[in-house]
């Protein structure tokens, strides 16, 4: 078991948020890192080694989701403070700005880069809707359209393959394909029994993992949504994403913050997990956050990976020689 | 107007009252003559009748002769006081002819109608069984264990197989108990508990072997051998006012029922080791020892102990332990009591004692009583006693020397977690209080005295937990005490191994003595619920966390041996052939497990690259789509090389200050 990874790699510490990490994500070449956290202000990052290019500017609250076109020029941000923003990665100047009836929790570009999919929470009066906008159109003004969702609101959400449907993760478990367009709900899929609290999908998006609050995370199709596998740990899951070189799958999570009573900063117990794909047993660990673990990833060339949590650290690990020759029997 | 306020008056006239539950019949009474039947009747009020409440109607009906007939009605005031009565006089003994034999007038009614010819009751179709004890039957003498998880809504079996536990086919069952899991003394069944009453399983499949009805059941106990079985509910109604019922196994029949009002620790009713006597306390003033299969009062009457407290039974002989509290003229008293004899063996009179509690060692050599003692004696505002300066006595009965010769050891500090060694003679306890640092004291019993053979300081320890085989002990620290875990052998009081299982909040040791096991259980923490499994040198061996919201982990137990003290001495003797074929077998099984993982784990890969290629097909099928989208191929993250741009980028590897004190001076 390769159990002392962390001996051997030594992790790149990025601090530049004052709050809880909400998502971490690379750009497509894998060369940035954008982080965003409970605090308003997105940073930028080199992933060679870890200096800041900047941070965007503009929002006023909790910037729960972030991500980044194919090619990487541009910058998608959605906020708790019912506000989207779209920016110039070169420049980190606001481009376009919409504003919502309540806060952003998922965002997306989807795979041709020319749309936005905003996923906004349910508060008072307000159901939990997903707006589809036409970012080619300057400004862009009302949605193309949107789609209400009338019952479990929905915690995570990514494009399917081609950017035909979305692929959504609800409060109660539920994981739906949604054809925004034509109003309709194509598939619904009771994997979990717990709120989903995040979705990664694999490099070519025929497959996806989601991690979920009832302890598990699980391999998906996006075609049929049917189950494949399923990775079990003692805690809830909070992000999970699928390795693009090797078949493993890597988990982070943590104790709900009411459940903290005398395990508390206990050391140890926030370890980033590794299991194999296949074989659903987890063979390694990785220690170092102060907190529950709130988004991992792995590089896009798969030979590192970062972690976000809710101490406010982002850690850029690589992996040693000793993670690519190791084999399970 | 009128008939309509009739109606209302109609209403509220009495009913007669259709049973008759405050009434009771008193029969197997002498007969005698006129002379002697008022003397007769003061008797029985006295002896029997006013104690449990106000007889407001007594009547010995008499014959022309002014000559008893034998029994007696009475009435009382509540039907609580005629059921109260009912349960203690049943069977009393008025002498040695004359039995009292006791119903309720509203039971005449059906005993008179009964038929005059006896039938034989039908005979009940035989259900076979099967063999209940198949599993100690199993190749390789594993051991199983009972799990409750996913927040006690799923149970399952397993085959403790060291490392990878399979569930026992059929054993996993939804819903198979509404509270916890509990096994019988012996490992037989597996009691589960539902609001009608409780459910025996066994057998091979765990199958539903019998069903008892105590609605709202609480709480359960077995009789020693299995053959009882004891229920508590707290939901009593007035016409089943009983919350403890007794019950046996074979046949599901009840065989006898109490009432039970005070507060009280559970089992109520302790029983002998063979189940042939069961007694419980009325405390301060009697024992009372029924037996079986009567269950009725030993002797058809109870033992009459002024200011009685406390009873315990001997595991493995029929001697039971009471203590009597001390009062203004006398003191305090242990008296152990061979029943049935009821013969007195061995009395210890104990001074200036505020409480006593009774260990009996598990083989029944020794029993420990252990005495609170104090300095002072106060009296509070409302006659309480307050004891100051308190101290503890231990007092320890050697049960198998001659006049049970009892020894004394005193200990100055607060103690707790008193425990013995089975099938050795050493025992243990915490000593001290947690702010200044607990320490686990051993003491060995040898033959002529007692003695203290090791203090381990600085134990943050709440319980200890002996093998059930005796010599190696866990001093665990549960539950707030952060999981600490010291496994030691006593045959040289060394530590083995030091292990920490954060928040656990059980441990158990399997019936073998092989495996102790220490769990994180849903219903006090929410989180991290597993099992984990050491050796009993502490190794730790694997962890049961694939089963989510564990709440109870428990070993099936195993009946005593069939070897005889002989035959177990020639094993250890010959312990090395049997070694030597046990490794062999070990090797073949480990060897065995690892192809099966070899081989599911080849069916898992071959599975997975079916399923992968399929959704690869797609993926490629879409692949004029992509290219459409983006205008160039990202496929692989090279796809488009052709559009790489090159970028160079500085950063300082080294930054090294130099120190100019004079600049070079510039030539004019």
């Known amino acids: ?329 | 107007a009128r008939l309509e306020l009739l109606g209302d008056i109609l209403a509220e006239k009495p009913q007669e009252k259709k049973a008759i539950n405050n009434a009771l019949v008193l029969s197997g009474l002498p007969i005698v003559d006129s002379a002697r039947i008022e003397r007769l009747q003061v008797f029985i009020r006295d002896k029997f009748l006013d104690k449990h409440g106000e007889v407001v109607k007594f009547s010995m009906p008499t014959d022309e002769n002014g000559n008893s007939l034998g029994f007696a009605l009475c009435c009382f005031q509540t039907d609580q006081q005629a059921l109260d009565a009912l349960t203690d006089i049943q069977g009393a003994s008025l002498d040695k002819m004359h039995t009292l034999n006791v119903f309720k007038f509203s039971d005449f009614n059906r005993l008179a109608d009964a038929d005059d010819e006896w039938k034989p009751p039908e005979k009940a179709p035989f259900v076979d069984r099967g063999d209940l004890r198949s599993w100690l039957r199993e190749d390789r003498c594993h051991d199983q264990f009972g799990v409750l998880h996913t927040a006690g809504s799923v149970a399952t079996i397993y085959w403790h197989w060291p490392g990878d536990p399979q569930p026992v086919d059929s054993a996993t069952r939804n819903n198979w108990t509404e509270s916890r899991l509990h096994w019988s003394p012996l490992g037989t069944y597996l009691a589960t508990y539902h609001t009608k009453g409780i459910a025996l399983w066994g057998g091979e499949k765990f199958e539903q072997i019998n069903r008892f009805q105590h609605k709202n059941v609480q709480i359960i106990d077995f009789s020693p051998c299995e053959r009882y079985l004891v229920t508590f509910s707290p939901s009593v109604t007035k016409e089943d006012p009983h919350a403890i019922k007794m019950f046996e196994v074979d046949t599901g029949k009840m065989k006898r029922s109490f009432l039970h009002e005070q507060a009280a620790k559970w089992p109520v009713f302790k029983w002998s080791h063979k189940g042939e006597f069961f007694a419980r306390v009325q405390t301060g003033k009697a024992l009372q020892v029924f037996e079986t299969p009567s269950f009725s009062l030993l002797d058809k009457k109870s033992i009459s102990v002024q200011d009685v407290q406390d009873l315990s039974w001997s595991p493995t002989d029929n001697i039971l332990a009471y203590w009597i509290a001390e009062t203004d003229n006398q003191p305090a008293r242990v008296i152990l009591m061979t029943m049935p004899e009821k013969r007195e063996v061995a009395t210890k009179m104990l001074f200036n004692v505020a409480d006593c509690r009774m260990h009996w060692h598990p083989q029944g050599n020794y029993l420990c009583v252990r005495v609170n003692r104090y300095t002072k004696k106060k009296l509070d505002a409302d006659n309480t006693p307050k004891y100051i300066n308190i101290y503890t006595n231990f007092e320890v009965f050697r049960m198998r020397e001659k006049n049970i010769p009892v020894e004394k050891i005193e200990v100055t500090d607060a103690v707790s977690c008193f425990t013995w060694e089975p099938h050795g003679s050493k025992f243990a306890m915490v000593q001290g209080i947690a702010s200044k640092g607990l320490s686990v004291v051993f003491y060995q019993v040898n033959a002529h005295d007692i003695e203290k053979v090791k203090v381990l300081e600085k134990r943050n320890v709440n319980t200890i937990s002996w093998s059930p085989i005796g010599q190696h002990v866990v001093l665990a620290g549960l539950r707030s005490a952060n999981g600490g875990l010291e496994f030691i052998d006593t045959s040289d009081m060394k530590t083995t191994a030091n292990q920490e299982h954060f928040g656990a909040t059980d441990i158990e040791w399997d019936p073998t003595g092989r495996y102790v096991v220490t769990t994180v259980s849903f219903w006090h923490v929410k989180v991290d619920n597993a099992s984990h499994v050491y050796s009993s040198h502490g190794t730790l061996l694997y962890k049961l966390n694939k089963l989510e919201r564990i709440c109870q982990f428990a070993w099936r137990p195993r009946p005593p041996t069939l070897l005889s003290d002989e035959q177990i001495k020639n094993i250890k003797k010959n312990m090395k052939t049997y070694s030597r074929r046990f490794e062999k077998e070990d090797l073949q099984s480990s060897t065995r497990a690892s192809k099966e993982l070899l081989e599911k784990r080849a069916r898992l890969k071959t599975e997975y690259e079916k399923w992968r290629a399929k959704l690869l097909e797609k993926f490629r099928g879409e692949k004029q789509k992509r290219l459409e989208l983006r205008g160039v191929d990202t496929d692989e993250l090279d796809s488009n090389a052709q559009d790489f741009v090159e970028e160079t980028l500085e950063f300082p590897i080294k930054v090294e200050r130099i120190r100019i004190d004079k600049l070079p001076q510039v030539a004019e």
């Not at chain 1, 690379?26 to 940073?43: E, M, Q, V, Y």
């Not at chain 1, 209400?148 to 915690?155: D, F, M, N």
């Open chain 1, 1 to 329: 078991q390769l159990s002392q990874l962390n001996q051997i790699m030594k992790p790149i510490c990025l601090l530049g948020h004052m709050r809880s990490i909400t998502q971490v994500r690379f750009n497509r070449d894998g060369d940035l890192i954008f982080t965003c956290a409970k605090d308003p202000h997105p940073s930028i990052w080199f992933a060679l080694n870890g200096e800041r290019l900047g941070s965007l500017v503009g929002h006023n609250g909790a910037v729960w989701c972030v991500d980044c076109r194919w090619d990487s020029e541009k910058v998608l941000t959605g906020s708790a403070d019912n506000s989207a923003k779209l920016w110039d990665t070169e420049t980190g100047k606001c481009v376009l700005s919409v504003d919502t009836n309540s806060a952003v929790r998922s965002c997306g570009f989807d795979f041709a880069g020319t749309s936005a999919m905003l996923t906004t929470d349910k508060t008072m009066g307000y159901k939990c809707t997903i707006l589809l906008y036409d970012i080619r159109q300057d400004p862009a003004g009302q949605p193309a359209c949107q789609m209400l969702v009338p019952e479990s609101k929905i915690t995570s959400a990514v494009w399917g393959p081609l950017s035909r449907f979305l692929i959504t993760g609800h409060e109660n478990g539920d994981l739906c394909q949604m054809d925004v367009r034509a109003q309709k709900v194509i598939r619904t899929e009771k994997h979990h029994k717990g709120a989903i609290n995040d979705i990664r999908m694999y490099k070519d998006g025929t497959m996806f993992v989601t991690a979920s609050k009832d302890h598990t995370a699980r391999l998906i199709d996006s075609y049929e949504l049917q189950l494949f596998k399923t990775y079990k740990t003692e805690r809830p899951v909070n992000s999970a994403d699928i390795s693009p070189l090797r078949p493993h799958v890597l988990l982070g999570g943590g104790q709900e913050a009411q459940d903290v009573t005398t395990s508390g900063a206990h050391v140890g117990k926030f370890d980033a997990k590794f299991f194999h794909t296949v074989y659903e047993e987890e063979f390694a660990r990785v220690k170092g956050h102060f907190g529950p673990i709130n988004s991992v990833g792995f590089t896009p060339d798969g030979r590192g990976f970062v972690t976000g949590g809710e101490d406010g650290f982002v850690r850029l690990h690589s992996f040693d020689n000793d993670y690519f020759d190791f084999e399970f029997e």
